[in-house]
């Protein structure tokens, strides 16, 4: 995975000028780097191409071109960015389960365990709105707080929950098996979450980035600025305003948005 990887230019867009050392602090400031530079964001699917998961794709895209990605984009390059520095990640699927019933969600998410002296980590740069800006212990019901956000791992059978307390939501993100997965794996939850017509990622605008003073998250027109702790709510115009809340906040420039068609909106299906 590691043999046409670009670390340079990868530290070069997360702007990572720390150590390489395999430790816990490391691993800690790598992915607040790669999530604070790196947005989250589904347009491709929207736009009608396909997501790539191959390591060139995913590094023309969220390297290059200085655009973000969902979770399978996401987890793919933070991975190959942790073993060219020396670490050991293990790629797991999950079910998303924040909607739905276990047994009703399919294995549509993609993130990390990192083993570290400190022990055996998850990282999870993908989850949108909810991903933990630090690694959570792989221990039941340890928690990590940051800014204001609780993450925690709870076993629960042959079962690993990602719990999230955000603001006054207390939430189980998503269950894993922590089984052994293969690319194949990856490729055929990509083709569900980005072509099938229950997807949410098919229906609705979702973006999410970190900013200088909190962060900004948008579902659909539903646009939310955090102020520290304090939302700001308002909502797109038209498809040129999300355009230039593109620019502004999440580092790139899409002119294609400009005839965006959402399902779920009606006036721009």
């Known amino acids: 995975m590691t043999a046409a990887f670009d670390l340079d230019a990868y530290l070069e867009r997360i702007q990572w000028g720390g150590s390489a050392r395999q430790d816990l602090a490391t691993l800690t400031g790598l992915l607040h780097s790669h999530i604070r530079r790196i947005p989250f964001e589904n347009l491709d699917v929207l736009l009608g191409k396909p997501v790539r998961l191959d390591l060139e794709g995913v590094q023309q895209k969220l390297v290059r071109a200085s655009r973000g990605g969902y979770c399978f984009e996401h987890a793919t390059l933070f991975a190959a960015a ?43 740069p993908g989850f949108g709105a909810l991903a933990p800006r630090v690694p959570v ?17 709870i076993r629960d059978g042959h079962h690993w929950v990602l719990h999230a307390e955000v603001g006054a939501r207390s939430i189980d993100a998503w269950a894993s098996a922590m089984e052994e997965e293969y ?50 709510h308002t909502q797109l115009a038209d498809r040129t305003a999300l355009r230039a809340l593109l620019v502004e906040h999440f580092g790139f420039d899409l002119p294609q948005v400009e005839r965006l068609r959402v399902p779920s909106i009606p006036e721009w299906a």
């Open 82 to 124: 942790l073993e060219a520095l020396g670490f050991e990640p293990a790629r797991h699927t999950a079910r998303v389960v924040v909607l739905v019933p276990r047994a009703e969600a399919p294995r549509t998410h993609m993130f990390l365990a990192v083993p570290v002296p400190e022990g055996t980590f998850v990282v999870d």
């Open 137 to 153: 212990p792989l221990v039941d019901g340890e928690a990590v707080q940051i800014a204001g956000e609780t993450h925690r791992m």
């Open 183 to 232: 690319p194949v794996d990856f490729e055929m939850g990509n083709h569900f979450t980005s072509t099938h017509p229950a997807s949410p990622f098919v229906n609705r605008i979702l973006l999410r980035a970190l900013t200088d003073s909190g962060r900004v998250a948008v579902m659909n027109r539903d646009v939310t600025f955090w102020h520290r702790e304090t939302p700001e």
